[in-house]
């Protein structure tokens, strides 16, 4: 068995170039992208349809909301981490302090009405 040709068309029914006299008439979702593909991290620099794109650009963002999730998420992390530990600190000094204001002093040597 032989290969099978894929020929792709608009489904609109339009030419993305067209060269009609001396213009080049290009449809406007005709777009150029330059990067590297999401699934096969090969690098990209073509011309095709913007909706021939849309999986490319869907599967892109995708990847992009997990890795800020994961960010947001150990940044939350350590936001809860350090507040625990201020609270904690802050905790400690209040006891201490309010211990040290309510336990009787004595001074020895000294009565009082002298001077």
Request: overall charge negative; glycine content about 6%.
């Amino acid at each position: 068995m032989g290969l099978l040709n894929v020929e792709h068309f608009c489904p609109l029914g339009s030419d993305c170039e067209e060269l009609v006299g001396k213009t080049i008439k290009r449809c406007a979702w005709y777009t150029k992208i330059v990067g590297t593909d999401p699934s096969s991290e090969k690098e990209i620099e073509d011309w095709a349809c913007a909706m021939s794109w849309m999986p490319i650009l869907q599967v892109e963002m995708s990847k992009t909301n997990r890795e800020s999730t994961a960010s947001l998420d150990s940044l939350r992390n350590e936001t809860v981490k350090g507040q625990e530990e201020f609270n904690k600190t802050i905790r400690d000094a209040t006891t201490s302090s309010t211990q040290r204001v309510w336990q009787p002093t004595t001074v020895i040597g000294s009565t009082e009405g002298e001077e």
